[in-house]
């Protein structure tokens, strides 16, 4: 689908699953794949965004902001303009991951250190829905939920302790909705869990 043009929310809303879900397959896919970005551009009609002069004036409030401070703006900020600052160099990073930066705006960006890494927050993120998928995958297997206590290393331990952290964060109501859905859609039951008592078993 992407490879004929539909953009992440479209496929999103195909396969009925949540963006950032179909975010995270396209970026494997890309790197496993050099010419797919080309290929959906192409029958996107996709071309680079144009620069405008707010473009400009805001590039150059981002260089001034990182000269000053050492540091990305947040999007926590407190402050209306560091907020705005954050989401366009966000929106900006998006737009080098599909190829769609204008080069005017890259080349003016090169002149900050490593500024297309995601800020730590963003890591995390991508991390947690790579322990999303590999649960998802584990399941999918035949597995029975993972048990955080079940070894001191291996994938079950792993997960378990991940799917363990999840649950304990529901409880206490640290678990913000997007990922409590996220979960609920790719991993009914999760809640739960086990089953308490030895399973039935099987006849024949």
């Given at each position: 689908?992407?490879?004929?043009?539909?953009?992440?929310?479209?496929?999103?809303?195909?396969?009925?699953?949540?963006?950032?879900?179909?975010?995270?397959?396209?970026?494997i896919?890309?790197?496993?794949?050099?010419?797919?970005?080309?290929?959906?551009?192409?029958?996107?009609?996709?071309?680079?965004?144009?620069?405008?002069?707010?473009?400009?004036?805001?590039?150059?409030?981002?260089?001034?902001?990182?000269?000053?401070?050492?540091?990305?703006?947040?999007?926590?900020?407190?402050?209306?303009?560091?907020?705005?600052?954050?989401?366009?160099?966000?929106?900006?990073?998006?737009e080098?991951?599909?190829?769609?930066?204008?080069?005017?705006?890259?080349?003016?960006?090169?002149?900050?250190?490593?500024?297309?890494?995601?800020?730590?927050?963003?890591?995390?993120?991508?991390?947690?829905?790579?322990?999303?998928?590999?649960?998802?995958?584990?399941?999918?297997?035949?597995?029975?939920?993972?048990?955080?206590?079940?070894?001191?290393?291996?994938?079950?331990?792993?997960?378990?302790?991940?799917?363990?952290?999840?649950?304990?964060?529901?409880?206490?109501?640290?678990?913000?909705?997007?990922?409590?859905?996220?979960?609920?859609s790719?991993?009914?039951?999760?809640?739960?869990?086990?089953?308490?008592?030895?399973?039935?078993?099987?006849?024949?």
């Amino acid at each position: 689908m992407y490879r004929r043009g539909l953009g992440r929310r479209q496929i999103a809303e195909l396969v009925k699953a949540a963006p950032a879900t179909v975010g995270y397959h396209l970026g494997i896919a890309r790197k496993a794949d050099p010419g797919l970005q080309a290929e959906h551009q192409e029958a996107a009609g996709r071309k680079p965004s144009k620069v405008t002069v707010q473009g400009l004036e805001r590039m150059q409030q981002l260089l001034a902001f990182v000269q000053e401070t050492g540091r990305y703006p947040s999007r926590h900020s407190g402050t209306k303009s560091e907020r705005t600052l954050a989401a366009w160099l966000q929106r900006r990073r998006q737009e080098a991951r599909t190829g769609a930066l204008p080069p005017t705006i890259r080349d003016g960006l090169a002149a900050l250190p490593a500024w297309q890494t995601p800020p730590r927050a963003e890591a995390d993120e991508s991390r947690w829905l790579e322990r999303l998928q590999a649960l998802a995958r584990y399941r999918a297997t035949g597995h029975e939920w993972p048990r955080h206590k079940a070894s001191d290393s291996g994938e079950e331990h792993e997960l378990g302790v991940w799917l363990h952290s999840q649950r304990y964060k529901l409880r206490n109501g640290e678990l913000n909705s997007e990922k409590t859905d996220m979960l609920d859609s790719n991993l009914p039951g999760w809640r739960v869990g086990r089953k308490r008592g030895r399973r039935p078993l099987i006849d024949g």
